[in-house]
């Protein structure tokens, strides 16, 4: 055989078979991973196979071990690809062996990169020599046996092969799509640290897998994997140290060759069993996460509602008691005003009394609307029929909306139980605060909807309307007295807080639902009143 056609049947092989005990040790649970790792045909089979694209360090742990789809896809090998046999090459199994352990101690001690990332680096980086073997073992060992091999291994190589082990290995890599870590690091170990870096080489893995590998040849052989000095003089002399004080290792265990369909069948009856234990494990693990989620979210929002709780009540009390302070200056100021104005008959000075007495009545309103936020009176609850009762307070804000030529729209469908037990004037001040806030946010010729819905024990009168809403900054302080946000229609700052203590006082509440590509919708809701259901109010 050519040596061009040597060096093709290798690139093209499509796959290594691991042998039977690491097929074997796939199966078992959990996989020995140290078996594993002596086999580079199964290492190269799990960085293949394993989903996603294993990480260098997260890559072999037992749950990337013992994903399903490493036996599936090693039981659809074994029976649709014609195996290469795994042909024993002493000095090849020790080498790998040898930088194995080299990477794996290395990195180790020192931080650089993960000890199962360099060692299974380590490992695959004669990839082109265990392909060669497999597909054409007479090759291999022609080569190796090659006199002028320990000289000049490249170039033996590419004279009986056509191409090296390191080109074989990289090309194979590639086209095996192993992950990028695992290529850059097999693929370019006789280029410079640089010149690798630029290449996407990790820079701990190659210098860890670099010092193993040289480390590993000088022990038992020149292969023609690495340059023939390492730069980092400090790596290679500890992965020397490292060689000197291990043992030599044992060899693999060979069991009893195993008949293929039985290999197959156990790899697909433990991919099956993995499956369906997975499967009862991720429904456990989403129920656990769709509970703990939905805890969470009840947690934050109580915590919420308690925080804007505490906060708007400690503002009533520090609005209380300064309209207290402010209505006794204030009514002085505006009592000396009118009766200066009743004597005064230069036009100046009438016009600057008549703006003071102005003036005071508009803080005087202001005030008047903090009290009510403050210090609200005591609801005087009454049994209310919901439909009559917001056609009522919705009929009050029809002129308004019109003059601003805003459709207002009320959609509520006659229910034949629909009760609520609250103070009639104090919810229509809170249903038309919500009301007069979606009037001054919508620009003219748009829209305004209520409509209502039962949410449990619960009814929701959704106020929508089609202006740009509050922004995203603004939200948390939306309830908060005196804050105007005018793009959002706050006004004086004081309709949506009023809204919200009547509620309160009520029973219910008054939320602001974001809703995404959506209109504006604030919520006022409101208990049901489950006593008997009202008569239906006879006709005059």
Not at 443 to 456: D, M, Q, V
Not at 465 to 488: E, I, K, N, T, Y
């Amino acid at each position: 055989m050519s040596g061009s056609t040597a060096s093709q049947r290798a690139v093209a092989t499509a796959w290594l078979c691991p042998s039977v005990a690491s097929l074997a040790a796939l199966t078992a649970d959990p996989p020995d991973r140290s078996l594993l790792l002596r086999d580079p045909a199964v290492v190269a089979h799990i960085l293949r196979f394993a989903r996603p694209t294993p990480d260098p360090d997260t890559f072999w742990l037992t749950a990337v071990l013992t994903q399903p789809s490493i036996c599936t896809s090693a039981a659809e090998l074994l029976e649709h690809v014609d195996p290469p046999e795994q042909p024993a090459i002493p000095l090849l199994q020790r080498l790998g062996d040898l930088a194995a352990s080299a990477a794996f101690e290395l990195a180790e001690r020192s931080g650089l990169c993960s000890p199962d990332a360099a060692a299974c680096a380590a490992r695959l980086v004669p990839l082109g020599w265990y392909a060669v073997a497999a597909t054409n073992l007479g090759a291999a060992l022609v080569c190796l046996n090659d006199p002028d091999h320990v000289h000049d291994p490249l170039a033996v190589q590419q004279r009986h092969w056509g191409l090296d082990a390191v080109v074989i290995g990289r090309r194979l890599a590639g086209r095996w799509r192993l992950p990028p870590w695992v290529t850059a690091t097999i693929g370019f170990l006789r280029l410079s640290a640089e010149d690798a870096a630029r290449l996407g080489v990790p820079d701990g893995i190659y210098d860890v897998v670099r010092a193993a590998i040289r480390a590993a040849e000088r022990r038992v052989a020149a292969f023609g994997l690495s340059a023939g000095s390492v730069e980092d003089d400090r790596l290679f002399a500890e992965a020397v140290r490292i060689l000197d004080q291990l043992p030599e290792p044992m060899p693999v265990p060979q069991p009893e060759p195993a008949p293929r369909w039985l290999l197959m069948r156990l790899l697909r009856t433990t991919a099956q069993a993995r499956r369906a234990t997975g499967a009862v494990w991720l429904a456990e693990a989403e129920a656990r996460v769709d509970q703990l989620t939905e805890t969470l979210g009840t947690l934050r929002g109580n915590f919420d509602e308690a925080v804007r709780a505490a906060r708007l009540d400690s503002m009533a009390e520090f609005a209380a008691g300064a309209s207290h302070e402010i209505n006794n200056p204030l009514a002085v100021i505006s009592g000396h005003a009118q009766l200066l104005l009743t004597n005064e008959d230069v036009p100046e000075r009438r016009k600057q009394l008549e703006s003071i007495v102005r003036q005071t009545r508009r803080v005087h309103e202001l005030l008047q609307g903090t009290l009510q936020f403050a210090r609200p009176s005591r609801p005087s609850r009454s049994v209310l029929r919901l439909n009559d009762w917001l056609a009522e307070v919705v009929a009050a804000y029809r002129d308004e909306a019109k003059l601003k030529e805003i459709t207002l729209e009320l959609s509520a469908p006659r229910l034949e139980y629909d009760a609520i037990a609250a103070d009639r004037g104090q919810l229509k001040q809170a249903l038309g605060h919500l009301v007069r806030n979606a009037i001054e946010a919508t620009p003219s010729g748009g829209t305004i909807t209520i409509h209502t819905e039962r949410r449990g024990d619960e009814w929701a009168i959704c106020v929508e309307d089609s202006g740009h809403g509050p922004q995203l900054a603004d939200v948390p302080r939306l309830f908060d007295p005196f804050f105007s946000g005018r793009s959002a229609g706050r006004g004086r700052g004081l309709g949506l807080s009023i809204a919200w203590r009547y509620a309160r006082l009520n029973g219910g509440d008054v939320r602001y639902e974001p809703r995404v590509g959506g209109p504006t919708r604030f919520v006022l809701t409101l208990p049901q009143h489950h006593a008997a259901p009202l008569p239906e109010r006879m006709s005059a």
